[in-house]
């Protein structure tokens, strides 16, 4: 049961049911209505070649003409191609040399009386489900189990086809005789699971890439958001939703800027305000590969309840993640951090571990303390509880 849910727990949207498992899709069209709604132009199939900026404007050169702006926000995800003022500079890269199969599809697609029956009806007898399966030292299986639809992830060494892209598509048919090679041991019903996949799925090479400090060009009217400005492991299970607090806490950074000359002061306090969350939960990707596939199970599934020991923190979120309000935060710390950014007065950000001491790290460290098979203790760094 995810932490927001338990018995007791409030989190920040106490009247909005949140599940444990969304679709993107379904985010993209709310998005796309809304914007729709608010009689706001697109413009699809425009390819952006250029963007520069000015002390008073930003301008964006496409293939369909020039685009003038206040502000510039940059949400065109990893390895952007458009040349820009490059922020902070580009990402240290390093292929992990491991890729993620995943996909998702309509629970009504699985066969009755077939062998991947039994998986189906345990989501009417036990409600959403997030199943964990391991299979060797570098191999893992997720499933996700929703009342109307199913995914899996499976994480493997990568081969010669794995490719980070999300026209990457393989058959399941080899993702099947990856699963079988790494053990003999797995569930005939988990095979046939993957084996009914519909369609094509998708391999993402996993790359590693620094955390970098600075989001916004020189200028300050040019602002990244999302995986152009923190990519993310899918083990850190955060990605999207980081992206999602993003726009919300630069839209109300631009609020409280009140005016088209105070923008690049109000994209710099965004970057200060979230820069140091987003790193802590970057790192955790690292920490909970780590913990999926070195943490003991026979432990695990000792503790009273099915509930993980908090020595262990296998896949532990923790409440700073999920109760916070990204509004809130931008309104209540703006002039606080905007006196930081441009005058130099301290300032702390709260909406990290309570009690945590920020340490950057680097993919060098990272790599390092993985390769030695050390221990992380991220998550002993202040209190990640409920």
Wanted: hydrophobic share 35%.
């Amino acid at each position: 049961m995810p932490e927001w849910k338990r018995e007791g727990i409030v989190h920040s949207c106490p009247e909005v049911d949140i599940s444990f498992l969304n679709r993107r899709p379904e985010y993209a069209a709310w998005q796309l209505d809304q914007v729709q709604a608010l009689g706001i132009p697109l413009h699809f199939s425009t390819t952006a070649e250029k963007v520069t900026e000015t002390d008073d404007k930003v301008v964006v050169h496409t293939d369909k003409g020039d685009f003038e702006a206040d502000v510039c926000v940059a949400a065109d995800g990893i390895g952007s191609k458009v040349p820009w003022p490059v922020p902070g500079g580009l990402a240290a890269v390093v292929d992990s040399g491991y890729a993620v199969a995943r996909v998702a599809f309509p629970k009504e697609t699985i066969k009755k009386g077939s062998p991947a029956e039994a998986i189906i009806k345990s989501i009417d007898e036990d409600g959403p489900q997030f199943r964990t399966y391991v299979g060797g030292a570098d191999v893992s299986l997720i499933i996700f189990l929703t009342t109307d639809y199913v995914a899996w992830a499976f994480s493997h060494e990568a081969d010669a086809l794995s490719a980070e892209s999300w026209h990457n598509n393989r058959d399941p048919e080899d993702i099947i005789e990856i699963i079988e090679k790494s053990s003999s041991d797995w569930d005939p019903a988990i095979l046939d699971f993957v084996r009914q996949t519909p369609g094509k799925v998708v391999d993402w090479r996993l790359k590693w890439r620094d955390s970098i400090e600075q989001w916004t060009s020189d200028k300050g009217r040019i602002i990244k958001v999302g995986d152009s400005a923190h990519a993310f492991f899918p083990t850190a299970g955060n990605g999207a939703v980081q992206a999602q607090e993003d726009g919300i806490s630069l839209a109300e950074c631009l609020h409280q800027a009140g005016t088209k000359e105070n923008i690049p002061w109000a994209t710099r306090v965004h970057n200060a305000l979230r820069f140091q969350r987003v790193s802590i939960l970057q790192q955790t990707g690292f920490v909970n590969r780590d913990e999926l596939h070195n943490s003991s199970f026979d432990e695990n599934a000792s503790a009273p309840d099915g509930e993980v020991p908090p020595e262990v923190g296998f896949f532990k979120i923790g409440r700073w993640v999920w109760d916070h309000n990204p509004e809130d935060y931008a309104r209540r710390s703006y002039q606080k951090c905007l006196e930081h950014v441009r005058d130099g007065k301290n300032f702390h950000n709260t909406n990290i571990p309570p009690g945590h001491v920020f340490k950057s790290w680097t993919l060098e460290s990272e790599y390092k303390r993985m390769a030695e098979g050390g221990h992380s203790g991220l998550k002993e760094n202040g209190y990640w509880g409920l």
